[in-house]
């Protein structure tokens, strides 16, 4: 389709396993962003990418998230050693540009068991 | 610290009346304003911007109205239909393209 794209859209994993999360954001989309929704509440921001630059990573909650574009297209955010708390709706979202909206994947919802 | 709140969780309205739903920010730094409509199991759907230097926007059946000097913005769908409910989401940005703030989320429900 021509949306944005997450796999998988479900992930198990037991506490202490590493996960990695792909996002293919729609054809041509310079910019490209890691948004992480909780139960009930807004999604946050993680992070975010224009081309290959990692340009804003201060929304990652701590040193265990870490998250990648190296051809400036795909992108993988992995969690190492999940805790029960990273359990949540994990969105991408990709603009055209600066100045125009973000359009968000369906999301891959991630259970820490 | 919530920049961006939706003070209503919940909202019902009839079939062919007019939704309102609020949103009320406290970063001065916001100028451009976006919402997002929330089905089960998918992703937030853009529905309708507004950059600062607007107080209105309007798209067909909604409509988005922002008070730069209340802080506060509110969308507006008229008529309402019962394939509009859904989780409506308030979000802002200090530069439009920049990381999304967003809101709580307004669940809207249209009854036939």
């Known amino acids: 389709g021509a949306g944005v794209s997450q796999s998988p859209r479900y992930k198990v994993a037991k506490r202490g396993q590493d996960v990695a999360l792909r996002c293919d954001p729609i054809?041509?989309?310079?910019?490209l962003f890691w948004y992480q929704q909780a139960l009930g509440q807004g999604p946050e921001f993680l992070t975010y990418?224009?081309?290959?630059?990692?340009?804003?990573k201060s929304g990652l909650p701590s040193d265990r998230f870490f998250a990648e574009r190296p051809e400036g297209s795909v992108s993988t955010l992995k969690i190492q050693r999940t805790q029960q708390e990273d359990s949540a709706v994990y969105l991408c979202?990709?603009?055209?540009?600066?100045?125009?909206?973000?359009?968000f994947g369906d999301g891959t919802r991630l259970s820490i068991l | 610290d919530q920049q961006v709140k939706q003070n209503s969780p919940s909202l019902s309205v009839q079939e062919g009346r007019i939704s309102i739903l609020n949103c009320d920010y406290t970063?001065?730094?916001?100028?451009?304003f976006l919402w997002y409509k929330k089905y089960p199991a998918e992703g937030p759907t853009f529905l309708i911007s507004?950059?600062?230097?607007?107080d209105k926007n309007e798209d067909g059946r909604f409509t988005v109205f922002l008070n730069k000097s209340a802080k506060h913005l509110s969308l507006h769908i008229v008529p309402s239909q019962p394939g509009d409910s859904a989780v409506y989401f308030c979000?802002?940005?200090?530069?439009?393209?920049?990381?999304?703030?967003f809101g709580e989320g307004t669940q809207l429900t249209v009854n036939p």
């Open positions: 990418f224009q081309n290959e630059a990692q340009l804003d």
């Open positions: 970063n001065s730094m916001f100028d451009y």
């Open positions: 979000a802002a940005s200090v530069a439009s393209g920049s990381r999304l703030t």
């Open positions: 507004i950059s600062s230097i607007k």
């Open positions: 054809s041509g989309h310079v910019s």
């Open positions: 979202a990709s603009s055209f540009r600066v100045g125009q909206p973000q359009h």
